[in-house]
């Protein structure tokens, strides 16, 4: 099982490039998130989805746009890249909401913004 | 903010010994979860805790919830150096769909 699978794992943008973070599970999970982690700042939340077909803004939504594609894929998008977006993202899905359930998180993607 | 503060910010003790770290929230929860993250991967769920449960257990891990105080701690008995980790609480709030996380405590277990 290969669990929450996310890609790329590394990347570096310049400033205004834009980029899709790609995010997919084989667990057949209803509700998928993405978090960007900072130092010191623990986990943020900037977009889920609690079922396939809809689309939450999270505490930082500033800057990115997501689409829910099917089931099982959930992808990130920043239009125009900034430096504060330099960080580590992780996509998580849990079979029912995350206040019911425990998430299961990909590896990340630790994205540098210049 | 509903986010959870976890303390100590790092801990660091020897093999053998336990570990202890503490979680505080804000507002009223529906449960409360712990996960771990090892350096440079994604988290992975430890345990869960409901809010009419005061104490769980899993293998060598203990988590107590007190609502009155609105905390939770979690220790780690008979630490080894692979508990070597970020240790994260995240909150579910009642009328709310996703978890709040903490900052986390790290930990250091030498051998």
């Known amino acids: 099982n290969a669990g929450v699978t996310q890609t790329p794992k590394f990347q570096v943008l310049k400033t205004g490039q834009s980029m899709t973070l790609q995010c997919a599970q084989d667990m057949n999970h209803n509700s998928m998130y993405w978090y960007r982690q900072d130092p010191g700042m623990g986990l943020r939340l900037i977009y889920y989805?609690?079922?396939?077909?809809?689309?939450d803004k999270g505490e930082v939504p500033n800057g990115y746009n997501v689409s829910r594609l099917n089931k099982r894929e959930f992808s990130l998008r920043l239009e125009s890249a900034a430096p504060s977006q330099t960080s580590v993202y992780f996509c998580a899905s849990s079979e029912v909401d995350q206040g019911a359930s425990e998430a299961f998180f990909g590896q990340g993607t630790r994205l540098t913004v210049v | 903010s509903q986010q959870g503060e976890e303390d100590p910010q790092a801990l660091s003790i020897q093999e053998g010994e336990n570990a202890t770290m503490n979680c505080s929230y804000k507002t009223s929860i529906n449960n409360l979860q712990w996960y771990r993250q090892n350096s440079g991967r994604g988290l992975v769920h430890l345990i869960l805790i409901r809010s009419n449960e005061r104490e769980k257990h899993s293998g060598r891990l203990r988590v107590t919830l007190d609502t009155s105080k609105k905390s939770s701690s979690l220790l780690i008995t008979a630490s080894r150096a692979a508990d070597t980790a970020s240790y994260f609480c995240?909150?579910?709030?009642?009328?709310?769909?996703?978890?709040?996380f903490g900052k986390g405590t790290m930990l250091l277990v030498s051998p």
């Open positions: 995240a909150t579910a709030h009642s009328g709310y769909s996703t978890l709040t």
């Open positions: 989805s609690a079922s396939e077909g809809t689309t």
